[in-house]
């Protein structure tokens, strides 16, 4: 079965500055790959996914993130933080099985971004 | 507007208290999931189908069911809810087709506690 890593459960950063957000899978094969943005008493949104193709993705708000298969990682980032991007992230994968996920998809622990002014 | 509905939105109940969440979504998505969120253990999910008739269990299904007899509407079931049962839970839908049942669409939440 797959699994999803988000080593850092909590990360603060200064408003401006770069942010990257880290996520491991485990999985035989290549997986659909996903961000999701969750804001304080929200449901959860989609911020970008991976598929095939480039392996760098770009989102929406402005973050991007990039799959690395040798290091089985899909990390997301962003150049600038806005303090509303203060929310919860989740990096998710599902099973890639010739074009459908059979429903089943997996979300890692969550990391919860802060934002300084 | 395109979206999935759930209700009640909050609930506190008492153990044993049979109670139904209500799911709905206007986008006629064949897919529709149920998943609950815990601190520190993200979201896992409870079940999930991908069509009228056909479900399957998710990762921690048991003390809950589901049905699905119209395509809109996904109900979670808890027959006899207990305090581990509280939770934040989160109904998501999709479309099927190249990536199906992963770009999900997710309901508000709704938070329950059973006392």
């Known amino acids: 079965a797959q699994s999803v890593t988000q080593p850092d459960i909590h990360i603060t950063v200064s408003e401006g500055a770069s942010l990257e957000l880290r996520c491991n899978y485990s999985?035989?094969?290549?997986?659909?790959l996903f961000w999701y943005v969750q804001s304080p008493g929200q449901g959860l949104q989609l911020l970008l996914k991976?598929?095939?193709?480039?392996?760098l993705v770009q989102g929406i708000k402005g973050f991007e993130a990039e799959f690395k298969r040798s290091q089985s990682s899909f990390n997301l980032r962003k150049p600038s933080v806005h303090w509303s991007d203060a929310a919860e992230y989740f990096c998710?994968?599902?099973?890639?099985?010739?074009?459908?996920?059979?429903?089943?998809?997996?979300f890692g622990q969550g990391t919860i971004l802060t934002v300084h002014p | 507007e395109a979206q999935v509905t759930q209700n009640p939105r909050y609930l506190i109940t008492v153990t044993g208290k049979k109670l139904t969440v209500t799911c709905s979504q206007n986008m006629n998505h064949e897919y529709m999931s149920w998943y609950r969120q815990d601190p520190g253990l993200g979201l896992r999910q409870i079940y999930y189908s991908m069509n009228v008739e056909v479900t399957d269990k998710g990762d921690v299904p048991e003390g809950y069911k589901v049905s699905r007899k119209e395509k809109r509407n996904f109900p979670l079931i808890l027959e006899s809810p207990s305090p581990n049962q509280t939770s934040l839970y989160f109904c998501?839908?999709?479309?099927?087709?190249?990536?199906?049942?992963?770009?999900?669409?997710f309901g508000p939440g709704t938070r329950l506690t059973v006392l």
């Open positions: 999985y035989g094969a290549t997986p659909y």
């Open positions: 998501a839908s999709s479309l099927l087709g190249y990536g199906g049942g992963a770009i999900l669409f």
């Open positions: 998710a994968v599902a099973i890639n099985a010739g074009g459908t996920s059979y429903g089943k998809l997996t």
């Open positions: 991976y598929f095939s193709g480039d392996t």
